[in-house]
């Protein structure tokens, strides 16, 4: 699905467990083999107790309730794995499975605190850090080159930039947005940022079962988005680029989408020539679970990598279709002392680790949550002066440096 | 159990704080209200009890922007009975306003008798009183702060725990009602999807109170000369650089004084 | 015998605290400026040795009452309400300590006059009284004047050094009866201990705290590598211990220890009063966090605008280097 156009779906967002076999994807759901190819591709397939397999079971035999009292579908990290290699290609990880973790969440007797937190903030201040909103664009400044923001300019604009949280507040995240600002200036991209009206667009809120959370946030958005005129969005969230495509025309959402890196894949001959800089990496390339798996973006990004001088790309045993999530989605970005106290590894130290033996020295990421969890996992296992992390769009910014 | 919690909004830090023009007050615009975080406590440990014992739970607040949100909260975490005290204002200082509660608790129906009040053990903004201790004096009865348990309730008292210093605790017998200040819950405060606060919107009714008159005027005892941000003098010595470099700094300094 | 300045002893376990002698030191320049007597006033049942401790005091008023023995704030704060009747002090200063917990606001209500909290310091201005108090986490100060007497004053600790209120002079006693209810309704039952086989933070040189800023339970072991490499301890803010992260007994702060080692390391602490009271009487305070308006600034030696999380195990590096 590569593509600048909304992507054609069947709507699922009406689907509840009580009207679940009245909708197609409900019908498809029983057409599962139990095959067991879902909990054999999940990266926490030996520590979950329930994987879709068994729920789906658990379902045709009216024992969903059991299910819903234990905490295991906390450990999923919404990562498509499962989705992927469905042989009857049911939408687990869209529609079956945050709708039961729904039922997980309510029924958790604790909620683990660093996630309530992070939900709360999400509720209260649009993003997981608990930051003022009045703070989401002050990463403007120091951008290097000028930003429209459209609630001090609200002149019609050709592409609506949703930064999102991460790329917003994080520190290597706002580098992340200072060299996409670069690189839409450099290309003549006529953008535009919400800045402060920016909120959170919910996905892995929604994924995680919390879809209350999700619906106030999409009502939210919407109404900001109805305050402007804009062609297009381009966002750098991976998240947000599956909320908007698959969730948000619920709400009547009818704009194009595209993440970012796909985006600049289409500009690559403009932008080609503007790559001088040689950057002597070898670089490897982890797909992301949203934009690889979920959407068949596997090309693009390493197009980008390959028309940088200098730069040679390597692939890690798993890759494309088969890579293996940085353990960040679905909440999982703020469970790592829930997943530690039950003695699992890390996803993203599993996965450098894979980053490592093949011995590059860039290890190259399209995902916001991505590269904080991979330079955390270089450093606890020692790997921080072999191989650094770095974002596509850093690494088009810093080949376009003359 | 007949459980009563007062709950009220403070300025949220996590907005910049800027002092009006006039140097007395914060300035207004700037503000965005979040409720007293030891007031959230304050809710939890009354859920905890009505778990524990039976019961109801009421939650009183003075009127304020946002506090509909954190009364729905209540309401979808538990709370029987959610009330909107008008008349009271939030702001600097809690004298007036907490005489004005206490009042309004007497004369909300079928409020009182209750076994306790709880509230917060303090908030940001007690600076001519706190309200546990208020509200206990204007109702006649025993107070006890910084409380973190409630493990008893019979004969007309409670075991309540209270935290004094380096680790210690005690263990103090209060005869019922009282008013309680909750520095912790037994618990942290429960987590509520935002679904099920979504539906108590729909379900529950938020009670509205005239608080009684004439309410007392804020700050009437005191004249408040001015207000300020901390000054700097004082202000450590501030390490720039990168991490290492500033490792490197301190380690130096550390050195210096014989702690390496 | 009116309009003097009275400041309260506070006890723990027997023994006057040091934000006792803060009062009486703050106390005695108030008193000073106004040129009136300074008074400890001083409470309990069989504890009149502790009166000669409070030589800065011109006298001490020694309220004797086996119902004063427990640590009860409405039970102390019914006795100084009826000596504050009886002799129409100008300003009382009590310590807000968790023992005395919300007397000070009952003492004010029953004498129908303001009382204020968070008071980190006193002086004299025309003539009124002024206090300077903490608000809002410590991102403000107020200035406030109380229009009433007697003016009760919830004082905070670290006004003054206490040493500055200490002395060898032994004042002169009075002891004054006050008449209580035979049957309190609120009554210590026992104190309960912290958890045994802990180790004493108070005699440690070297200690590294742990905040908010540290974000996760996980993160500990980045604190706990650094506390290694220093030779210290590690210990947190109330937060921490609140999240279940580190036991109540490595608490530092208002309702946990008070610590001065030579070195205490702040990782992603804001600095909110409640910590600070704990903790600022060490040596050398350096502070990590990534707000440059954290209030934990204004108190440490030193400060580093940066992620803790990132510091933390740089430092650690460095030290291991340094030591060989």
Known sequence: MNQAAPAVVTPTYDVTLENLFEHPEGRRVLTCIQCGMCAGTCPYGEVMDYPPRRIINMLRAGELEKVFRSDSLLSCVACYACMAKCPRGIRLTEVLLPLVKEQVFINLPETPAELQKALENTLRYGNPFGESSRKRAAWVKTAGVPIRILSEDPRPVDVLWFVECQNSYHPRGQDVSRATARLFHALGIDFAILGNEEKCAGECARLLGETGLFDTLMDYNMAVFAKYKFNRIVTSGVHAYDAFIYQYPERGFRYPVEQTTPFLARYLDKLRPMLTRKLPYVVTYHDSCCLGRHNGFYEEPRALLKAIPGVRVVEMVHNRVNSICCGGGGGGMWLDTYYKAKGYERLSERRVKEAIATGADVLAVSCPYEISRFEDALKVLGYDQKMVVRDVVELLAEAMEA | ?260 | MAGNIWVVADQWQGRLTDITFEALALGREVADAFKVPLEAVLMGHGCASLAEELGCADNVIYAEHPALAEPVPETHARALTELAQQRQPRAIVIPATNTNWGANTLLAAQLGVPGLNFVVDLKAVDGALEARCVLYGGKIQVRVQPRKEPAVIGLWPGARPADQGRSERKPSVEQASVSLAAEPKVRLKRYIEPEAGEVDLTRQDILVAVGRGIQSKDNLELAEELARALGGEICGSRPVVDQGWLPLSRQIGKSGLTVKPKLYLALGISGAPEHVEGMKGSSLIVAVNTDPQAPIFNIAHYGVVADALELAPALAEAVRARKG
């Open chain 2, 1 to 260: 159990m007949n459980l009563v919690v007062l709950m009220r909004m403070v300025p949220d830090v996590v907005e910049e704080l800027e002092i009006a023009p006039d140097g007395k007050s914060l300035d207004q615009e700037a503000l965005r209200l979040i409720v007293s975080e030891s007031d959230d406590h304050a809710l939890e440990e009354a859920l905890l009890l009505k778990e524990r014992f039976g019961g109801r739970v009421t939650v009183v607040a003075p009127e304020a922007p946002e506090v509909a949100d954190v009364l729905y909260t209540a309401a979808a975490k538990g709370a029987d009975r959610v009330i909107q005290l008008r008349g009271v204002e939030p702001g600097l200082g809690v004298a007036a306003m907490a005489e004005a509660c206490a009042a309004a608790l007497s004369a909300i129906p079928d409020l009182l008798p209750a076994d306790l009040v709880l509230t917060g053990a303090q908030s940001i903004e007690d600076l001519d009183g706190l309200v546990a201790p208020l509200v206990a004096h204007r109702l006649g009865w025993p107070y006890l702060g910084v409380v973190t348990a409630v493990s008893e309730v019979s004969n007309g008292t409670a075991t309540v725990i209270k935290e004094f210093q380096a680790g210690y605790r005690g263990e103090f017998q209060v005869s019922l009602p009282a008013v309680l200040g909750v520095q912790a819950a037994e618990k942290p405060p429960r987590y509520v999807p935002v679904a099920k606060v979504r539906a108590a919107m729909k379900a529950t009714r938020i009670e509205e109170f005239e608080a009684p008159q004439p309410v007392p005027e804020p700050l009437q005892d005191v004249t408040i000369v001015a207000l300020a941000k901390p000054e700097a003098t004082g202000r450590a010595e501030m390490l720039e650089g990168s991490v290492e470099e500033v490792a490197g700094k301190l380690c130096e300094l550390l050195a210096e004084r014989g702690l390496l």
